[in-house]
């Protein structure tokens, strides 16, 4: 009994613990103001030089990788004003070579906000030397997590879509993560279940 009394005093220290810690991240997401997607989006802008690129003059996928974590970093940090961190990447799709000379422009902006982490949708568009028109080059969407001084999440202040373009892109980065979280749950069982003789 006496063991009995010990483990059910541990459990519901325990609980009250969590429940505290799950209030306190409730209340520090409502108490953060609500953000519009202009007010945190991100445009920056770099050139293709030869060390950027490959024996052919080409960008290297890893370059334009680092232009889209960094500009969503931005975009992530101003919205959140706070630490983030980088979570993961989904979507990447390369439409046109990038090659040296070429200006880049890197646009970024929160797409959705969950609970301590947000989507943020990254473009690149190219203007190569001696040219004025602008081409696609990749995009990609990211998965960013905001932390707190300890670097444990924390709640997100919610974005606000206003335009058509934005509420689009917010309805299909809740599409996005449910398919994510399907596609994991989707491994785990593989990866869980009995081997066949």
């Known amino acids: 009994m006496a063991k009995l009394a010990c483990y059910t005093r541990h459990k519901n220290f325990h609980k009250s613990l969590f429940d505290r810690n799950l209030q306190k991240s409730i209340f520090l997401h409502m108490e953060k103001a609500p953000k519009t997607v202009k007010e945190s989006a991100t445009v920056t802008h770099d050139i293709v030089h030869p060390g950027d690129s490959n024996s052919y003059g080409i960008a290297f996928g890893g370059y334009l990788m680092g232009l889209l974590d960094k500009a969503a970093c931005i975009a992530a940090r101003r919205h959140c004003e706070g630490r983030v961190t980088t979570v993961g990447i989904d979507g990447v ?66 974005v606000i879509p206003e335009t058509d373009e934005e509420k689009r892109r917010f309805e299909e980065a809740l599409a996005r993560r449910e398919s994510r979280k399907q596609l994991k749950s989707l491994f785990t069982r593989a990866n869980t279940s009995p081997e066949k003789p």
């Open 93 to 158: 799709r390369f439409f046109r070579p990038a090659e040296v000379g070429m200006i880049l422009d890197i646009k970024a902006s929160i797409n959705r906000v969950f609970n301590s982490s947000m989507e943020i949708g990254v473009k690149v568009t190219g203007t190569p030397l001696e040219q004025t028109e602008t081409y696609d080059i990749c995009h990609a969407y990211m998965t960013f997590a905001a932390l707190d001084s300890k670097g444990k999440p924390t709640g997100i202040a919610q």
